[in-house]
């Protein structure tokens, strides 16, 4: 009860009405807005010089990344995955995930400064698939197609000299269970006779 009281008695002062903002006021501030958006942060350099970044494109069969590193590979410029641009997990390798992931590449890219890149494919590799996944073409063809020049083009995946045993067993994941239906049908037919 004393709560209550101390509110019913305890006087609400009014904030001042704030003053109508001129037109000329509002259009400067949208124009400070407008120019902080698209700041430059690259070097300067000249119109037609070429700066380059190093483009890691790694594509499994379940997801695409894309990671944009300067030339020594220390400093990350951009990293967007395919996952990020869909929501179902079973799109995150598709080719327009990855589509989709180096069209923001591009944008971020423009904004530091890159417009040329080296790229560095990679799969899966070891003791998986060697060939990258269903992304990584679309990905670099969606570079290229938003401005980026392409400079040199890697394959990357690690390819061991003596890997270590593949999964499946000795004869292989389809003819293990085939050798399996074989015994069986061995082993009725010898409990019929």
């Given at each position: 009860m004393g709560f209550l009281k101390f509110m019913a008695e305890k006087k609400i002062e009014k904030k001042p009405d704030k003053k109508p903002e001129k037109k000329?006021?509002?259009?400067e501030?949208?124009?400070?807005?407008k120019a902080e958006k698209f700041e430059y942060l690259g070097?300067?350099?000249?119109?037609?010089?070429l700066v380059f970044g190093v483009c890691h494109i790694y594509a499994t069969f379940n997801n695409?990344?894309?990671h944009v590193t300067d030339l020594s590979g220390r400093e990350t410029y951009v990293r967007i995955t395919g996952g990020m641009k869909v929501k179902s997990d079973r799109e995150e390798s598709s080719p327009y995930a990855a589509m989709q992931a180096a069209v923001d590449v591009a944008a971020?890219?423009?904004?530091?400064?890159?417009?040329a890149l080296h790229m560095k494919l990679k799969g899966q590799g070891g003791a998986g698939s060697r060939t990258p996944g269903p992304g990584a073409q679309a990905a670099l063809r969606a570079l290229a197609r938003n401005g980026l020049k392409i400079g040199r083009i890697e394959d990357?995946?690690?390819i061991p000299t003596d890997s270590t045993r593949m999964k499946g067993g000795r004869r292989g994941r389809r003819l293990q269970a085939l050798t399996n239906i074989v015994i069986l049908t061995q082993h009725l037919s010898l409990i019929h006779i």
């Open positions: 000329e006021d509002k259009e501030k949208e124009e400070e807005v070097p300067k350099v000249k119109q037609d010089e695409t990344f894309i971020k890219l423009r904004i530091v400064g890159v417009n990357v995946t690690p």
